[in-house]
């Protein structure tokens, strides 16, 4: 029987793998790593991403050692590597996970054009997501998605939600020399990421399972306390959706829950269903007109990117992002709306900010929320603003979260204090108030300027239509 090459792009696992189904049982698999132009690009722009995907790369590789293989690497263009690698091993079939943001389902077709070219089978899988896609489109008689809550609706029915597959898989001893793994200066990264790998992204969902999540809700809220954390590996496939959905949902088995507990629950399941309804629908491409509405750039948006622009949650926001590679999603929301609205800049801007600092390497999440940030949603009538003082206030009363990542406001004793010193209604000498700005502009009258601009804009559009699947 000949074997079946197995390109590895995102999807870094070995476990819960729906290819391992598809292929023909008995076939011995060669695991291929092809670090094309594209992909050594993508990895140099983010130093920490890169040193995260090198990791797991390793982790993967010592996974196959362990079952007598290895990842064969290969730093050359795709149409080249495909036709060399299968050439010498006599593979008749060419195997990857589909992605999901514009670029990567272009890869994707590409890719597909360049097997078949070769005489060879085609053939990916949607491993990504919890859900069957193709199923819920089928059972959606709109064949569209005009909301999240249609699309929630079939996600949660209990036909949909797959168990984890369970296939076995056999690879080919190594029988070509590869090349090295890639390393973390390759892409200008200085030091490695340690920690990383399956069996560790298992551990750490399982640990959060146990032990947090039943408190999401508020953590959801709160941006001092901490998320799963899972968005990292779930982003580079360390961790399948469906396995941390079937385990999120037998916890829900458990009588004894108290109601707030099992809120919290199906709070994450909401977000894992938007992970999946943003993957699989949500990052069109197709440029809507009120995008006309937002500028290409502006010399405020400086003051973001140096975390000063005398808003709090915003800037600790900012300096999170810049020492962790992470921002908490309720913080996330808060700088998106400041950035698409007050600044009245173009989604992009921010996200490409972002792309250079995140370690989650997802791209259709970013684009999706990007957009949904700026309100460019089929199901949204006005966009949603969000006042960031308001949120500071409500959010963060004990000023926790600013207090850990902005030194300046280190002796703050609460998010009332700093909102009382910039409505100019106290004068406080508690904290080095000089060192920290005040706000950068007055967020009402931007957000009445916006909404001003935006009836006007919106006044002159069609109508917008049903969110479709871009696959
Ligand atoms: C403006 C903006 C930009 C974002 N950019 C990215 C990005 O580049 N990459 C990325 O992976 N996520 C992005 N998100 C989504 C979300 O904020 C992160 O997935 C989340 O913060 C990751 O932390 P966590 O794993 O602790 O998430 P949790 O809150 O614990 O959520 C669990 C999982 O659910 C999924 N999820 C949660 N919220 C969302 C959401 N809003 N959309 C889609 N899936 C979600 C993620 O896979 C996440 O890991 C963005 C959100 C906003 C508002």
Known sequence: MTPTLLSFDRDL?????ELFAAIEPGTKIVPLLILDHRRSERLARNPRRAAYFCA???????????????LLVRRAPLDVTIRSVARATGARVVAWSKRYDPAGAREDLR????????????????????????RIANDNE???FR????????WRAPEHLRAPIDAAAHFLPSVLPSE???HPEEFGASRATSSVGERVARLECERFVDDRLVEYARAMRTPSLPTSGLGVPLSFGLLSGREVVRSVCKRLEDPFLLAEERAGIERFLRAMARRDFLLFAGSESASQPEERLFARGSREFASVLEARTGFPLVDAGMRELVTTGSMHPAVRAVVASFCCFDLGLDWRVGMEAWERLLTEDEPALAIGNWRWSAGLRVDMHFPRIIDPQRQFLRGDPQARYVRRWIPELALLSDARQLHAWHERQLALDLFEIER?????LDHRERAIAFLARYAEGRAAMPPVGALRSNR
Request: proline share 8%; hydrophobic share 45%.
């Open 13 to 17: 696992r070995l476990s819960d793998r």
């Open 142 to 144: 709109d064949g569209g």
């Open 111 to 134: 890719l597909q054009a360049i097997v078949e070219e070769l005489g060879l089978r085609a053939l990916s899988a949607h491993e990504a997501l919890a859900v069957d896609p193709e």
């Open 56 to 70: 797991a790369v390793a982790a993967l590789d010592a996974e196959l050692r362990s079952r007598g293989s290895q």
């Open 147 to 154: 909301s999240f809550n249609a699309f929630y609706r079939l």
């Open 436 to 440: 920290y700005p005040r706000p950068m």
């Open 180 to 182: 090295p793994l890639p």
